[in-house]
C-alpha cells in the first residue's frame, strides 16, 4: 500500500483565504486522525472519524476549522478564514480496528499564513 | 481528558550510550501507550507499544517499562547509534484516542 497520501505538502497563503489539506487514508483503515504539530504546543489531537462519522471533535480550536469524510478514502481538513496563528503542520493518520492500535502517519502538511 | 507529560525535552548522549525518556499520564482508564519516532520532514513512526496488563516489553536496542500505580511509563535505548537521533513522542490512549507527549529531541553524537 502507499501508506497515508496527503496533500499539499506545502501551502502558502494570506491571512482571510480558505485553506483546504486533503487526505486519502490507507486502504481498509476505518479510523482517520487529524492532528495539528507546533513548536510549542506539541502533536494535538483536532478529530477522528471511524467509519467516516465524526467521533471527537473536541479538539477543534474553533469555528473556523471544519473536517469532512465524505467517503472511506477521502478526508478534508478546512480553515476558513485563515490567521497566523494557524502555520503549522497538519498530519493525517490512520488505523483499523482489528489492529493493536498503530497509527500510521502520512508525511504532513506545512500551512504557513503570511 | 488525558493528558501526558514528557521529559526531557532535549537529550544528547555519546554514541553507544543509553538514552531514557519519560512520560507520566493523568487518566488511570488510558490503557495503550505507544512510543513514535519522528525523523525530520517525515510523520511520526511507531516504534513499540504496551499495553496496560504489561510491565515492560523489549525489541532488539528498545525497551519500555509500565508503572500503572505511578502512572509512569518510560523507553529505554540501549547502545545508541547516530541514526537513533530523532524527535521522540510518547503517547496514551482511551479508546482509539491517542493523546501525544511534547516529545524529546534525541542527538546521538558519533
Known amino acids: 500500500d502507499a501508506g497515508v497520501i496527503q496533500s499539499p505538502r506545502h501551502e502558502v497563503t494570506e491571512m482571510g483565504q480558505e485553506v483546504t489539506l486533503r487526505c486519502k487514508p490507507i486502504?481498509?483503515?476505518?479510523?482517520l486522525f487529524w492532528y495539528r504539530q507546533t513548536m510549542m504546543r506539541g502533536l494535538e489531537l483536532l478529530i477522528y472519524?471511524?467509519?467516516?462519522?465524526?467521533?471527537?471533535d473536541s479538539g477543534m480550536p474553533e469555528d473556523r476549522f471544519s473536517a469532512k469524510m465524505p467517503n472511506a478514502s477521502f478526508s478534508t481538513l478546512k480553515i476558513q478564514p485563515s490567521e497566523p496563528r494557524d502555520s503549522a503542520v497538519y498530519f493525517c493518520?490512520?488505523?483499523?480496528?482489528?489492529?493493536?492500535?498503530?497509527?500510521?502517519f502520512g508525511e504532513g502538511s506545512r500551512l504557513t499564513v503570511l | 481528558g488525558e493528558n501526558v507529560e514528557q521529559h526531557p525535552s532535549t537529550l544528547s548522549v555519546q554514541e553507544g550510550d543509553s538514552a531514557v525518556i519519560k512520560c507520566t499520564y493523568s487518566?488511570?482508564?488510558?490503557?495503550?501507550f505507544p512510543w513514535y519516532k519522528q525523523e525530520l520532514g517525515k510523520g511520526p513512526q511507531l516504534i513499540i507499544d504496551?499495553?496496560?496488563?504489561?510491565g515492560e516489553k523489549k525489541d532488539q536496542r528498545i525497551a519500555v517499562t509500565l508503572n500503572k500505580t505511578a502512572k509512569h511509563f518510560s523507553l529505554h535505548i540501549t547502545e545508541t547509534q547516530p541514526e537513533d537521533s530523532a524527535v521522540y513522542f510518547c503517547?496514551?490512549?482511551?479508546?482509539?484516542?491517542?493523546?501525544f507527549g511534547q516529545g524529546t529531541e534525541l542527538s546521538v553524537k558519533p
Open positions: 493518520a490512520s488505523r483499523y480496528t482489528g489492529s493493536s492500535g498503530e497509527l500510521f
Open positions: 486502504s481498509g483503515h476505518d479510523y
Open positions: 472519524f471511524n467509519n467516516n462519522v465524526p467521533i471527537d
Open positions: 487518566d488511570s482508564a488510558s490503557n495503550y
Open positions: 504496551i499495553r496496560s496488563n504489561v
Open positions: 503517547a496514551a490512549s482511551k479508546r482509539g484516542k491517542l493523546i
